[in-house]
C-alpha cells in the first residue's frame, strides 16, 4: 500500500477518533450534571408514610406478631 494511502487512511481515522472523543466528553458532562442533581431515592420515600393510619396499624401488626414470636 502506497504511503499516500496509509496517510489518507490516518487521517480519517485520526478524524473519527478525535469526533467519538468530543462525544465521549458531551456524554460524560451530561452524566455529571444529571448525577448531582439526582436527590438519592431513599429521600424521596422518607417520611412519606407519615400520619398514615394503614401504615401504622401495618408497624402495630408487625410489633404483635414479633411478640408473639419470642
Known sequence: M???QLDN???GLEAR???LEEEL???KQMLAGF???ETPWWM???GSF???PT???AVRFAQEWRKSAE
Open 17 to 19: 477518533v478525535a469526533a
Open 50 to 52: 407519615e400520619n398514615d
Open 44 to 46: 424521596k420515600v422518607a
Open 25 to 27: 466528553a458531551q456524554l
Open 55 to 57: 401504615f401504622d396499624e
Open 9 to 11: 487512511r490516518s487521517q
Open 2 to 4: 502506497a504511503s499516500q
Open 35 to 37: 448525577l448531582q442533581n
